[in-house]
């Protein structure tokens, strides 16, 4: 097609047309707001209530600030405790994002079959390192916990907004 | 089945389900608000207001299962019938894939748990797509993880961007159909298969409802997610490839996506070639859903949300009041008898005489007496409501 011909279509203006009237739209997807790295410690129960060794789910009542919203979700990490030390896994699997269950002593993901060791370590499947170890500080007796989640999918941990 | 037949009835029956889309819609929206902490109880107060049925999402949940079941069947069909022409195949695989688009969209919308969780595993697919995985989730999620900016989104594509894409692909597709099409409205086949589609999602509506599971719970270690019918195989080829997620996130859906582009370009194939490209695509489908679902035969079936809220009351009942209450609810538990509490026999008609369940909640929610402890800050108000269901089905019945 010459160029001529090129001008006297309505399909180039249109593009023109959609890209003059489309960009603030597509600016306001493109806008992601950067992670904000939340440093609150989150109460995970008493130190005492611990079982000594092996791994035990606990709720957590995670408050975050998202966006123009305050709001609390529910999220479940693992802990283990050894002697006066505890230690806290997330339970989110980093291929997928399911919740990994203990099966025996290791943990297994109920999703794609991604298997880790009893430290959390990854054994097989589709995820690309194992379990995200989360900061942990006792206080006054208390168990708590620094939540975060981290991008799935990929062998890095890199910490994620929420 | 005829290939032509076979043809034309998926195509009546993906117009059919797409203009239900199209009208059930707005009303669906008319009763749905685009946030997380809303959606769930927006979709349940319109399920209450249809009496628990909630016919209007059935049919749309419905028509999108019919829409992806006949559009895949449609271009199965006019690829078995010989090679394509650009101008309609290229379309019409276009608006299949915006079918898709909109199911994984219009998941997340009511919030429940079968939402949450699969839209979960989605992105986390998507996030293992090479290179332009993790943005594109990013991009779709407004940020690094579910929250505040999803709903907004994803309710934006799937009212407004992707509508709109599909209305402009299936303008393209009858364009290209125009001569076929005209016949088929002329001959009395067509439309009667057509008629036939909507009856068919009527009935399906009517007596089996569209699920909705408990709301969302990002911390439940019980819920084992599962992608939709639709979506098994590919689930499985993820299961049976384990350790290369990349395989079930780019792999497959990328030698799908150039085999539709590249169909109506490639020399055509003889009649023979076609049949036992069909059968192996038939057979691979069939035999992969199959072994998914042989595979989970173990898993327990999900609740629906009123069924889990019956069961946790159930067991909320059992745990903090059958000790006074008794298991059968006559007020004759092992605690009240021990200790000479005063709790109420639920199973006496003069029981009854006074309560109503706006009591009922008042009590077990701030206690009633000295006897009576307050659950208010133990339970949640949901837990609280279906706990005073619970305690109204000992309510012996009239003549009894």
Redesign the interface.
């Given at each position: 097609m010459r160029r001529r011909e090129l001008l006297r279509s309505w399909k180039p203006w249109l593009g023109v047309l959609a890209a003059g009237a489309g960009w603030p739209t597509l600016a306001r997807?493109?806008h992601?707001?950067p992670?904000a790295a939340d440093e609150t410690w989150v109460d995970a129960g008493k130190l005492g209530d611990l079982p000594e060794d092996g791994w035990e789910?606990r709720?957590?009542a995670v408050r975050?600030r998202?966006?123009?919203?305050e709001?609390v979700?529910?999220?479940?990490v693992y802990l283990r405790r050894r002697g006066e030390a505890v230690e806290a896994l997330s339970?989110v699997?980093p291929?997928?994002?399911?919740?990994v269950?203990q099966q025996a002593d290791a943990f297994a993901c109920?999703?794609?079959?991604g298997r880790f060791d009893s430290d959390g370590g990854r054994v097989?499947?589709?995820a690309?390192r194992g379990l995200d170890p989360l900061p942990v500080r006792i206080g006054r007796g208390r168990v708590q916990v620094r939540h975060r989640?981290f991008?799935?999918?990929?062998s890095d941990r890199e910490?994620?907004?929420? | 089945m005829r290939p032509r037949l076979a043809r034309e009835a998926a195509g009546a029956g993906s117009l059919v389900s797409l203009v239900v889309l199209v009208l059930t819609g707005p009303g669906l929206m008319a009763g749905y608000v685009p946030s997380e902490a809303e959606a769930f109880d927006a979709v349940l107060y319109v399920r209450r207001l249809e009496g628990g049925a909630g016919w209007l999402r059935s049919l749309h949940s419905h028509a999108a299962s019919g829409a992806v079941a006949c559009g895949a069947l449609f271009l199965l069909a006019t690829a078995a019938a010989g090679r394509p022409r650009r101008g309609m195949w290229w379309p019409a695989s276009g608006l299949f894939l915006v079918l898709i688009g909109l199911c994984f969209t219009g998941y997340l919308l009511p919030m429940d748990q079968f939402a949450w969780w699969g839209n979960r595993v989605r992105l986390g697919i998507v996030e293992s797509v090479p290179l332009v995985g993790g943005w594109l989730a990013d991009v779709l999620r407004g940020g690094g993880s579910v929250g505040a900016a999803t709903l907004p989104r994803y309710y934006a594509l799937h009212t407004a961007v992707l509508p709109w894409l599909a209305a402009l692909l299936l303008w393209r597709l009858l364009a290209a159909e125009r001569e076929g099409l005209a016949a088929a409205l002329s001959a009395r086949r067509p439309l009667l298969l057509a008629g036939l589609a909507l009856a068919a999602l009527w009935t399906a509506a009517l007596i089996a409802p569209a699920a909705l599971e408990p709301r969302a719970d990002p911390s439940d270690l019980e819920y084992t997610p599962r992608p939709e019918w639709y979506f098994l195989w590919l689930f499985q080829i993820g299961r049976l490839t384990e350790g290369q997620a990349w395989v079930q996130g780019a792999l497959v859906p990328g030698l799908g996506l150039l085999a539709l582009v590249a169909l109506p370009l490639l020399p055509p194939l003889s009649a023979r070639q076609r049949a036992a490209a069909v059968a192996a695509l038939v057979a691979g489908w069939t035999a992969l859903t199959g072994l998914a679902l042989w595979e989970d035969r173990d898993l327990p079936p999900r609740p629906g949300y009123e069924e889990a809220l019956a069961a946790r009351a159930d067991a909320i009942y059992a745990d903090d009041c059958a000790s006074c209450h008794g298991s059968t609810g006559r007020g004759d538990g092992s605690r009240s008898r021990s200790f000479g509490l005063d709790a109420r026999d639920f199973t006496s008609p003069g029981f009854w005489q006074t309560a109503d369940p706006d009591r009922l909640v008042a009590a077990i929610r701030d206690g009633l007496g000295e006897d009576m402890p307050a659950f208010g800050r133990k339970l949640s108000d949901e837990e609280i409501g279906a706990l005073a269901e619970r305690v109204e089905r000992f309510r012996p019945r009239a003549g009894e």
């Open positions: 997807w493109l992601l707001e992670a789910p709720r957590l975050r998202d966006h123009w919203r709001s979700r529910s999220e479940t339970a699997c291929h997928g994002g399911c919740l269950r109920p999703c794609h079959q097989e499947g589709p690309r989640l991008r799935g999918g990929i910490p994620v907004a929420g | -």
